[in-house]
């Protein structure tokens, strides 16, 4: 079982950035994909950016150009700098990881909140 370790929220002001960090409890190279969604109260769960094992990197639209996803592979954690934030960007965001033949890990959620 993957066990994930989300660190780096808290609160800023728009324009302003934060850097999500994913810190996996074993080697990335074995995770297929990671991903990062962000949830809002009341509002579907939204796939911000995912990043797979050959480097693929996907990007929601509301993010490209303001998001980046990395890694790390010898600290087996992913990033996720976020710039220009904007109050929409406020919610919870979990990392998530894909494994062929395990399933879907989720880590435990950070809270970002952008002030206008």
């Known amino acids: 079982q993957v066990q994930l370790v989300e660190s780096g929220g808290g609160l800023v002001q728009a324009g302003g950035s934060l850097r999500l960090s994913c810190a996996a409890s074993?080697?990335?190279?074995?995770?297929?994909?990671v991903g990062w969604y962000r949830q809002v109260p009341g509002k579907q769960r939204e796939l911000v950016a995912r990043?797979?094992?050959?480097?693929?990197?996907y990007y929601a639209d509301s993010v490209k150009g303001r998001f980046t996803i990395s890694r790390d592979n010898a600290k087996n954690t992913v990033y996720l700098q976020m710039n220009s934030l904007k109050p929409e960007d406020t919610a919870v965001y979990y990392c998530?990881?894909?494994?062929?033949?395990?399933?879907?890990?989720w880590g435990q959620g950070t809270q970002v909140t952008v002030s206008s």
């Open positions: 998530v990881a894909d494994k062929v033949g395990a399933g879907r890990y």
């Open positions: 074993e080697s990335i190279f074995s995770i297929n994909a």
């Open positions: 990043i797979t094992s050959d480097a693929y990197i």
